[in-house]
């Protein structure tokens, strides 16, 4: 059994996490503002919840002891809202990371491991499948936000010895999901649009391209991050599907009428993951198509 805290832990992939990480005999510690709200129905029985705002370096340092890893998925994962806001969801997205890193050094925690976006590779060079090893080409500031964080990752193992690693996740979904949250994406909008009856909105010609990752995987990686014997060293790693569909091809999956609406300033046109270092340093491959998925989800919605 190991002492682990979640940070963003009442939100959507937190929620799920937490609830593994409690049935595989976890003490867990959660620290979350509850800004996105709607979160009494994720509270995890056996969890303990913190009120605190990673901004805030005395609520981190306090939520840090006794602990033996962190998960650090707190963030304003918005991209047209940072694009808006670049100041507030900089103080969330590398501040509050830094204050996670430091703390966590200072508290002689094991692991950190560090929540980041396919959306650090931006518009990089039209290729089918992106790798780690390509160079990032930020398209908005919460891309860059990201990818701040994650060289500082890098940078406290590197200089500090805190063990640390990335996981780049590609478009993540399934239960918990909120249609009105951060992460809803497409899937949880197109959902809720189907459920009111209302036409599905695609944004532009529907031609831009995704790679969809169930919660269900992405949790499983987060643990084998944590408790890998390859990875610690700031190690940057994909964690998609591998396969990518329109939002035209997620909108026929779902079903119904569509309309469209303008483009989104800072949206990239393809993302795509090679998950082979995933593969390799994790043991990690996804288990779940994103047409069983949907499926899934529809049935949990009570759409036909």
Not at 43 to 56: C, F, K, N, P, T
Not at 111 to 128: D, E
Not at 149 to 158: E, I, P, T, V
Request: hydrophobic share 40%; charged share 20%.
């Amino acid at each position: 059994m190991s002492h682990y805290l979640v940070t963003g832990g009442a939100g959507f992939i937190g929620t799920n996490l937490v609830k593994q990480l409690i049935a595989d005999g976890h003490q867990v510690h959660v620290l979350d503002n509850f800004a996105a709200g709607k979160f009494q129905n994720r509270l995890q029985s056996g969890a303990e919840y913190v009120e605190g705002d990673i901004r805030d370096s005395a609520a981190v340092a306090k939520a840090m002891a006794g602990i033996d890893g962190v998960f650090h998925l707190a963030a304003v994962p918005r991209v047209p809202y940072s694009v808006e806001h670049p100041g507030e969801t900089n103080e969330h997205n590398i501040t509050g990371t830094l204050n996670v890193l430091v703390a966590a050094r200072e508290a002689g925690v094991k692991r950190v491991v560090f929540s980041t976006s396919s959306s650090v590779y931006g518009g990089n060079k039209g290729a089918v499948a992106l790798t780690e090893d390509m160079t990032p080409e930020p398209m908005s500031p919460y891309a860059l936000q990201k990818l701040t964080g994650q060289h500082y990752c890098r940078l406290f193992s590197f200089l500090y010895g805190l063990e640390t690693v990335s996981l780049c996740y590609f478009n993540i979904y399934g239960p918990y999901l909120d249609p009105e949250g951060a992460y809803a994406l497409v899937i949880g909008k197109f959902l809720r649009q189907k459920s009111d009856g209302k036409p599905l909105t695609i944004c532009g010609d529907g031609l831009y391209q995704r790679d969809y990752t169930h919660v269900v995987d992405a949790v499983r990686a987060n643990i084998l991050a944590m408790t890998s014997h390859k990875v610690g060293k700031g190690e940057f790693i994909n964690i998609g599907n591998s396969r990518s569909f329109s939002v035209n091809q997620l909108a026929a999956l779902i079903g119904g009428a569509t309309v469209t609406i303008p483009e989104r300033p800072g949206d990239v046109r393809h993302s795509q993951a090679d998950i082979s270092r995933a593969k390799e340093l994790l043991g990690w491959e996804p288990t779940i198509k994103l047409e069983d998925g949907i499926i899934e989800l529809k049935k949990e919605w009570g759409i036909s």
